[in-house]
C-alpha cells in the first residue's frame, strides 16, 4: 500500500502539462528546466531542442505518467497493456534498458523530463549512426524512433499511414517550434546566478 502510495505522489506532483502546446516559447516560460534539460542533450548528443519537444509532444502531449490504455475484456475486466511504453518519451522496457546500460543510469526515470530528453538524443543519435539519417531531419529522425533503425532501413513505415502522418507532424511541429525558440531563446540563457554571459550562451 505504501508503495502505490508512493507511486501515486510522484504522480502527483509531476509538473502540469503546458496549457499553450503550439508555443516553445510558453512551454519553457512555463518549465523553463525544460529548456536546460533539452540544451543539455542537445549539447552532449547533437538533436536541436525543437526536435526534442516535437518528439515529447509527439508521444506524450507532455504528460509524464502517460501508458498506452488498456483493452478492457467485456467492458470492465482489464487487459494487458499493448506495449511498455510510458513517460514522456513514450520508450518501451527493452530500449529503455538499453538506453541505461549505454548512456543513462539505474536512476533514469521515463517520467523526469531530463531523462526523457537525453533518451531522445541517445536514440536519435543511434538513427545517425546505423542508418545514416541527419540529425536535422525530424521527420525521418521520427520514423526510426518509432519503427527502429532496422525497421527504417526495409522502409516498415511507409505501409503505415497513421506513422507517415505523425512523421510529418513531428517535422512541422519542430520547424515551427525552432522558429519560436529564436525569437525568445535569450530569456532562458544565463539566467543563473552562476552563469557568466557569453560563455552560457549556444
Known amino acids: 500500500m505504501s508503495f502505490v502510495l508512493l507511486l501515486s505522489g ?3 506532483f509531476a509538473p502540469n502539462p503546458p ?17 536546460d534539460y533539452s540544451q543539455e542533450s542537445e549539447q552532449k ?16 502531449s507532455f504528460r509524464s505518467h502517460i501508458r498506452p490504455d488498456r483493452k478492457y475484456y467485456l467492458g470492465f475486466i482489464p487487459g494487458p497493456r499493448p506495449s511498455s511504453a510510458k513517460g514522456y518519451a513514450q520508450a518501451q522496457d527493452p530500449v529503455w534498458g538499453e538506453y541505461e546500460d549505454q548512456a543513462g543510469s539505474l536512476f ?11 533518451f531522445i538524443g541517445w536514440y536519435n543519435r543511434r538513427s545517425q549512426q546505423q542508418a545514416g539519417i541527419s540529425l536535422s531531419n525530424p521527420e525521418h529522425l521520427y ?17 503505415k499511414p497513421q506513422v507517415l ?22 530569456e532562458f540563457q544565463c539566467r543563473k546566478f552562476y552563469q557568466v554571459w557569453p560563455f552560457c550562451r549556444s
Open 19 to 35: 496549457q499553450d502546446q503550439t508555443n516553445l516559447c510558453e512551454i519553457f516560460r512555463e518549465q523553463p528546466t525544460w529548456y
Open 165 to 186: 502522418r505523425a512523421g510529418r507532424e513531428v517535422a512541422a511541429r519542430a520547424n515551427r517550434y525552432q522558429a519560436q525558440l529564436n525569437s525568445c531563446e535569450a
Open 143 to 159: 520514423y526510426a524512433y518509432h519503427e527502429g533503425a532496422g525497421g527504417y532501413q526495409r522502409g516498415t513505415y511507409r505501409g
Open 108 to 118: 533514469a526515470r521515463r517520467t523526469h523530463m531530463k531523462h526523457a530528453t537525453d
Open 10 to 12: 510522484c504522480a502527483t
Open 45 to 60: 548528443w547533437g538533436t536541436p531542442i525543437a526536435t526534442q519537444m516535437s518528439f515529447i509532444q509527439q508521444e506524450s
